[in-house]
């Protein structure tokens, strides 16, 4: 397996535009949890999904987020609008069941709102 | 959900053995110890995890008390690539991840 795939590797956008990150899982994972990393508040997670049904989103920061997982082997995170205050580093990452605590992350999305 | 406590970063020489200690002092009875490393540009990466005693594998070894409120993640001889954020988190597996600060190890030559 690929492991855990996301797309793009970077992003820059200008203020107010919608940005769309995806992402695809490992195969057969069931769980799919979206992070993000800024310098100043380190790893965050925003939303977790598990058999493609969001579970969790008390951590997506504000209306402008959403999360979708339309099928087990994708899933977009999408700003609408951007906002400097974005810039980031996007992680996805998917897990197994009862093995939930070993997460495989992606690389990583950078995104950059100017 | 456990807090953990870890120093902020760490430095050491190569070749030296490292080891970096986390507290948990609320750890709940069915909490485990877990240990993840991130490199750069990369996100993080499962390495270890363990209950109580000691656990190792090729990457580390993991030392934890009778009391369980601490654990220590050694680290055999270290080179440069080692040079990473090594996370610690105690988590009973029915929540997600949540991730500190993590701790800052850079090995220097």
């Known amino acids: 397996d690929a492991g855990v795939i996301q797309s793009p590797r970077h992003e820059v956008t200008e203020m107010g535009q919608e940005v769309t990150l995806r992402c695809k899982p490992i195969?057969?994972?069931?769980?799919l949890f979206w992070y993000r990393q800024t310098m100043m508040r380190g790893l965050e997670l925003l939303i977790y999904?598990?058999?493609?049904?969001?579970?969790?989103d008390s951590g997506m920061p504000e209306d402008r987020f959403s999360a979708k997982m339309p099928n087990a082997s994708f899933s977009t995170l999408k700003i609408q609008p951007s906002e400097p205050r974005d810039s980031a580093v996007y992680f996805c990452?998917?897990?197994?069941?009862?093995?939930?605590?070993?997460?495989?992350f992606g690389q990583g999305t950078r995104l950059t709102v100017v | 959900l456990a807090k953990t406590t870890q120093p902020i970063s760490m430095d050491s020489y190569e070749g030296q053995e490292v080891n970096i200690t986390c507290s948990h002092n609320?750890?709940?009875?069915?909490?485990?110890i877990t240990w993840y490393q991130q490199f750069p540009s990369q996100g993080p990466r499962f390495i270890i995890q363990?209950?109580?005693t000691k656990v190792t594998n090729e990457v580390a070894s993991l030392f934890i008390p009778a009391d369980r409120k601490s654990s220590t993640l050694s680290l055999p001889r270290v080179s440069l690539s080692d040079t990473a954020v090594y996370y610690c988190?105690?988590?009973?597996?029915?929540?997600?991840?949540?991730f500190g600060k993590g701790t800052r190890l850079s090995v220097i030559a």
């Open positions: 990452a998917s897990g197994l069941g009862s093995y939930r605590t070993e997460a495989f």
């Open positions: 195969s057969g994972h069931d769980y």
């Open positions: 999904f598990n058999n493609n049904v969001p579970i969790d």
């Open positions: 609320n750890i709940a009875t069915n909490d485990y």
């Open positions: 363990g209950y109580k």
């Open positions: 988190l105690a988590d009973s597996g029915n929540t997600p991840l949540v």
